[in-house]
């Protein structure tokens, strides 16, 4: 079984400021980890992924991540907050094997960013 | 390229009464995949469609949510009769197989209120 847990349901930062969402994950098998992001009334859009290869990612919008597994961890970064970051954002993971890309989600952390 | 479309996009209704929902995948997504995410949590997957057959329905409430995909495209939820802890987001993901992992893209969702 997998499981994902996002520490901090809701982060606040300054515009400009060092963005940093946690996310540690418990999976038996060779995962692949995602982080998606949701504004309001929309769907989820996939910000980044690791799937194999590099341990740090890059995505969308300046985000990146880095898959560290003697940690079982994947947190988002950003150098540098910017108002429109303002949303909610998920971490999820998915095992190598047969589940058609079954994801298991974390909580959500919201974040806001003061101008 | 047109993404996931869910409709309709909110529904409000009373409890013990039913409701339908439908979605139109990616043309070519042979993965459908329905999620419920409850104000506060992430996403759950609630069933998993390969073509029109059903390969993860581990987590849908049988006795009250049924769903179907025909013809290995377009699909409905639907649930019967509904209860009040069913209000929540509905969400549909479509995904397309990149290598080894499966990258979904979702729908809008459909925002339903039981009162």
Same mark, same amino acid.
């Not at chain 2, 390969?55 to 049988?62: A, E, G, I, M, N």
């Given at each position: 079984a997998q499981s994902v847990t996002q520490l901090g349901s809701h982060v606040s930062v300054s515009e400009g400021a060092l963005v940093l969402l946690r996310c540690n994950y418990s999976s038996s098998v060779p995962p692949y980890l995602f982080w998606y992001v949701q504004y309001p009334n929309q769907g989820l859009q996939l910000l980044l992924k690791y799937t194999t290869g590099a341990t740090l990612v890059k995505g969308i919008n300046g985000f990146e991540a880095e898959f560290k597994k003697s940690e079982t961890s994947f947190h988002l970064t950003k150098p540098s907050a910017h108002m429109s970051d303002a949303a909610e954002y998920f971490c999820a993971v998915s095992d190598q094997?047969?589940?058609?890309?079954k994801l298991t989600f974390g909580q959500g952390t919201i974040l806001t960013v003061h101008p | 390229e047109a993404g996931v479309a869910q409709s309709p996009r909110y529904k409000i209704i009373e409890k013990r009464q039913s409701v339908a929902f439908w979605c139109n995948p990616i043309s070519g997504h042979a993965t459908l995949y329905w999620y419920q995410q409850i104000l506060g949590q992430g996403p759950k997957l609630l069933i998993q469609f390969q073509n029109n057959g059903v390969?993860? *329905? !581990?987590?849908?409430?049988?006795d009250r949510f049924s769903a179907e995909r025909l013809k290995g495209v377009d699909s409905t939820l639907k649930i019967q009769?509904?209860?009040?802890? *069913? !209000?929540a987001v509905y969400l549909c993901a479509s995904s397309l197989v990149r290598g080894s992992y499966y990258e979904q893209y979702f729908g809008p969702g459909t925002r339903l209120t039981v009162t």
């Open positions: 094997g047969t589940s058609y890309g | 390969v993860d *329905d !581990s987590q849908l409430p049988k009769p509904a209860k009040l802890e *069913d !209000s």
